[in-house]
Each structure stands twice: as C-alpha cells, then as structure tokens.
C-alpha cells in the first residue's frame, strides 16, 4: 500500500529536540536540550493527595466532561488570572491540553491557509510547527534584549498585511527575553492599528528571578470582551507537564469557537487531570511552590552561567535571563551550531541548535541551552563537555 | 474588535448533542440524547487504586512523555489487540486524547482540502464535524440492517474517486448496526482496488449483547505493515470517558506522520491518564468488567425495547441492537424528528434526532435514543414522555 500523506504533513520538519532525545536515549548523556523541568521538584505528594480527592463527588467524575472544562477549574483560574490584572469570567476561557492545543486551536479558528502571522525572531519551535501545519506564511520581525523590535515588525505588517501576531514575551523560548513596557504598549498599538489579533503565549511567565512584573499584553488591552489579545498559558511548567493542562482567554466569542474546533479535535481534554488540577488548587499553596521553584532555577542558572564563564571563550555570549528556563547562546560566528551538536553528542551532551526556532533564514551560530533539568556536577560536566566540543570544533572549521 | 474566524469553524454546525444538553441543564429532565456511559458501574475503586500506584516509580511520573504515549500503555494495549486478531507493535500505535483525536490527526495527516471521503448513511456525528473542519467533501453510501450496501459505495466511489473510507462497521454510531462478514470483506476489496485508506473507528466493538464475534476490517487485512486499514478504538466505554485515552493503530509510516501532526496539535496527550489506565489493567480484570456493563446495557435495552413496544404505535420501528450504546427509530413517514424534539424537551425528555448524522440530505424521521444511561422507572417515565411527544405531535401535523 502506497500512503499518501498530505502537504503540509510532509514537509513538517521532525523537532530537532525530539530526534535529538532520540539520540541521547540509552547514553551516559547530560541533555541541555528539552525544556524539561527539574522532576525532584514537582509537587508529588500534593499531586497524589488530590487525586484521591477526586472521588468524593461519586462516580461522576469519570464521566464526559464540558469541551470547556471542568468549571470549578475554570473558576480557580480566573481568580489567579486577575491577580494578574487580567479579567475573566469561565465563559471566557477554555481548558486545553497543554497551551500547545490552545496555539494549534486558535490557528485553526483565526486563519485561512495563506494567511500572514507576525512573529518573533528566533520563536518558539512547536509554535512554527502549527503554522506551517495550517500553511500559514509566517514573517519574523527581528528582536533584541528588549524584546521585538517595533519598527522591524512594523516594516513587516506594512508590506505583508499579516492577520495575527504570535508572541512570548515574557521570557521567551529559545531567548528567554522579556519585551520592555514600552514595546508591550507599542506593538500592541500596531497591532490594533492594524486589525491583528495577537496570541500572548506565557507558558513562563510565572518563572521569575526578580521582582519586576510585567504586564501582560492582554491585561494592557483591557477586559476580555473586544480584547486584542487571546492569552494562553498551562500548568506544565508550575505544577507538572503530565497533567496536560493548559487554558486560553479572550473575548467570549472567539472562546466559543474554539470550543466548537476542540470538540472536532477531541471532545474535551483529561478531566481526571482537571480535577486533580482543581483539587490541588483547594489546599496547595501553588504559589509558593512556584517562589520555590524560581529560586531553584535562579540558583541552576547562575550555575550553568558561571560554568559556562569559566569554560568558555568571550567570543561565547549571551544574555542573563531574568526568569523562564532557557539560556540562548551566541556562539563565535561562522560556528554552524547543528554541526557543533553531533560533536557534542559524541562527548555525551546535548543542545538545541537555534536554527530549529527560525522561520526563513536561520542565524546557525546559536544555541539553547536549557538549565533547569540539571545541576551541580552534572551542570559543570556538561558545560565541560559542550567547552570541548566547541574547542575542538573551532580549531576543525 | 471584529473577530475573524476561518470559513471552516464558521459553517461549523455546533452539535445538536450540545445544543441539547444545554437545553435540558437545571431541568427533571430525561436524557436519551448523549452517548453517556452508565456512571454507576464505572470501576471507581479500580480507577482510584490505579492512580495511587502511578508514583511508585518515582517523580518522573509527572514529566513530559512522548507524543506516541506511555510506552508500557501501549504493549499492554498490544496484547488486547492480538486477542482480537490484530498483531502490531509499539511502533505501530499512538495514543491520543480519545479516538476522536485520533480521528482528527487521521483525516490532518491523510488528506488535502477538498479531497473526497466515503462514509456510511448515516455515520458519527462528530466524525463528520473532523471532515467539515479540514474541508472534506463527503459522499455517504446507504445501508441497511447489515451495513454499508457495497453496490451503492462501488457506485460513489467511481463517481467521486474517493481517497479514504471512515467507517464504524461494529455496532455504528447512531444506528448500532453491525456489517456481515461479507460486507466487510467486500468493503474491504472495493477499497484495495480502489487505492483507498480506511479509518476503521472501533469504540463499540467490545459492548456486545450475543457471542457472535465480528473481525475488525484491519484484521481481515493482515498485518499492520501495509494494511490498508487504520484502526481506532478507545477505552471512554470500557473504563471510563474522563480518561480520555484512545488510540489508532497502522502501518507505522502512517503512525509516524500522525506523532507529527499531535506534536503540533498537542506535544501528548495527559500521561497521568495512560499511567492510570497501565496500573488498572495491571491489577483489574478488564475483560469481566466488559462483560458486566455488557450485560447491564444488554438489560437496560431490552428494557427500553420493551417500553416503546408498550407506548408506540406500529409505525415507530428499530431494528434491535446487538450491542453499543445506541437505539434507532424510524418514526412515521413525514415526522421531523427536530420539530419533535422541541416538543419532546417540553415534556422533560430528550433524543438526537437522526438528521444530525447525515451528510447531505437527512432522513428526517429518524432519532437516536441512548440506553445506557438511565434504567428502570426513568426509562420508562422518558419512553412515556416521548409517546406523548410522538402522539401530540403526529395529530398536530
């Protein structure tokens, strides 16, 4: 039998993390690579506590659920959302599997294929993937330590009409950059000017190293009825991945197409997960965890900076990141960092070449190295390890 | 703002299942409409053990799994498969987040805008929702009390050269009817022949009312290498909805492509509910739970059987299931079974009616009723609701 797989399926690059962890399996491997986060930290034991809680409805609870969500959930969410400054009522957000579906639904609902999306340069790998999925064009506008460059992006809107933006702005993925108050309110002017809607996608925002905060661009637009903006985030990185939970905000209507695109592609997502989420909500105190888990990374990425000075030479920069889970790393120019990643890999180390988060022509002498899934001697050996390969392929190229 | 949403999701019809369920919230009302297992015989302390077990391995538990799912999940699931004749490997299925996922990613990964699937008339409501949302044009093939009619398919597809078959030829969604053993092997040839892919979507099968056994079309095929059948099926009957794990299995090349496609959808599906299910069918008798809620629906349809024949006129007819979760009526030639439903909510029952499950022009005097759901004196108080409906209704038009 001869399958025949569609377009835009075909020439969907495999991610370069995936094929590396493929790689790694098996080895004595320190992998930089995923954007994993440190497992001795998950909140095991209140996890287990609120699963066994979940029956004290009845049988009920294992029954179909809303395509919206569990509503006590939604309700939970809403109360962090506001803390937050950002407004929302149940009928204003849905319940997804990880922001990743939240991305994948709201392209399907806001775009045609051939349709124009705006983004960062580099950007979030996965998100490329759902447009190049939904063959959708994508334009980047270039960015630097303080986020997009407005006037870049405004050059691209001009001569590309693009009908949506996609943005991290808080502490992206790969750079881990944050956007400056002053760009926040700047591009989303542009965007307003220019009728795009924007998807905030803030899986990190919650991972912070200092005290400043930064507004979301949804909170910036106002409340959620005629919003600029559909927010998205997930449980993932502050409570744990396996629970697949995510949730997008926005004006009701767009919620409600979403809804009717997500009971397409699933009916509704794991509501076991959904209610051990909302059980764990009842007694957890999620949010200082997630001070304790900040501190954690704060302290695992100073590490692997520090090592990363000692090892490394100045020609290696990068910037401090000031919260999410990520170093982005400019390495000596000409250094091609997918070729750099199979020497690295013969050392037992792995990374995510930055090529994988570019649409359109990639800068190859960039690297994301992700520094909360190991620490200590484990951080200095594989830091030792990447020194080395560097080394040796500097002195090869 | 004005929104602008995709042509796809707009001329998405929200499912009347929806519609109605939120009709009849708050109301003493008496639901045939959605395909609910019954709560009560969920394996509850199964299910709450399971999960208590989920950490004995470790924090790991809670970190992010592959997008193929739980791999001890999917050997166990394996070993189910080849009782049932169908012999693959881990490499040849995927998990996902119900069997309507898999459906989805199917339909994203096999097919372009515009290309033709052949389904049966009727078919799965929510199948034929996937097939608007990626722009499918579908042609339905009749059927009768043994299933699809293949000189009716062999006719569609000669004139629209379909390129994949969905078919659920065990105990269908919404009519319950089973394919003979001839169909399905001459269903099967005509697509050999004709170069067509079949999703054959299984959730049904195992909620048999008699021993007959009827070979899954993916088995009279062979083995998952080259097999022209993509299979799916779920454990949402079996065990419990809110889990919400499905799978699909095939010829890995195609199992490969939809892992890409539900890493941009999804990354994966919640690994908390496949680890759950992996310690449930560790301990728990799966198969002797099968045939207690089979034989509980069995029971509860035959009781709902007998009610109609009490209540209904002659004209009302029903072939009787021999399993699955659904009953389908006929009503008297030029009843509009959604006109009736209106009536019907007023009196405090509710149904499907028929024409949600037509692709092109419905037979308007068909309904689908749940059995699986109620029992006893709400059945027969909904049956009697209904009668009045029906009685009110015929004299009225």
Chains 1, 2 share one sequence.
């Not at 542009?190 to 912070?208: A, F, Q, S, T």
Request: glycine share 8%; with cysteine; aromatic share 8%.
């Amino acid at each position: 039998m001869e399958y025949r797989f569609s377009s835009k399926v075909s020439q969907l690059k495999s991610s370069a993390v995936r094929d590396i962890l493929k790689l790694t399996q098996g080895k004595d491997m320190i992998s930089f690579a995923g954007g994993l986060p440190a497992e001795e930290l998950f909140p095991v034991e209140a996890v287990r506590d609120a699963a066994s809680r979940i029956f004290e409805g009845g049988s009920g609870a294992l029954q179909y659920g809303l395509t919206e969500g569990y509503l006590p959930l939604r309700e939970q969410i809403c109360k962090r959302m506001a803390v937050k400054g950002m407004h929302v009522t149940p009928d204003e957000m849905i319940l997804t599997t990880g922001s990743q579906q939240a991305i994948d639904l709201l392209v399907q609902v806001l775009t045609e294929p051939g349709d124009t999306i705006l983004v960062e340069r580099p950007t979030y790998l996965a998100s490329l993937q759902v447009f190049a999925m939904h063959g959708l064009k994508v334009v980047a506008a270039e960015s630097d330590e303080n986020g997009i460059i407005p006037e870049s992006a405004e050059e691209l809107i001009r001569a590309h009409k693009p009908k949506l933006m996609y943005a991290v702005p808080t502490f992206g993925n790969p750079t881990g950059r944050v956007w400056s108050l002053e760009r926040r309110k700047r591009m989303l002017e542009l965007c307003r000017n220019n009728d795009m809607l924007v998807i905030e996608d803030d899986p990190y925002g919650d991972i912070k190293f200092d005290d400043e905060q930064f507004p979301s661009l949804f909170s910036l637009d106002g409340k959620a009825e005629n919003n600029h903006v559909v927010y998205t985030s997930t449980f993932s990185k502050t409570v744990a991945p396996a629970l697949r939970t995510g949730w997008a905000i926005g004006d009701s209507r767009v919620i409600r197409m979403v809804a009717k695109a997500k009971q397409a592609a699933d009916l509704h997502s794991s509501t076991m997960d959904q209610q051990v989420l909302s059980q764990l909500l009842n007694r957890f105190d999620l949010d200082g965890h997630i001070a304790l888990i900040s501190n954690a990374y704060k302290e695992r990425m100073l590490e692997m900076e520090s090592y990363l000075r000692q090892s490394l030479s100045p020609e290696v920069s990068w910037v401090t990141p000031r919260g999410g889970m990520f170093l982005w790393v400019e390495l000596p120019e000409g250094l091609d960092a997918e070729a750099l990643l199979r020497c690295a890999v013969q050392k037992g180390v792995a990374f995510v070449p930055g090529s994988s988060f570019y649409a359109g022509s990639p800068m190859r002498n960039t690297a994301r190295l992700n520094f909360t899934h190991n620490k200590g001697a484990r951080t200095e050996m594989g830091v030792a390890r990447l020194a080395e390969a560097i080394g040796e392929f500097t002195v090869r190229s």
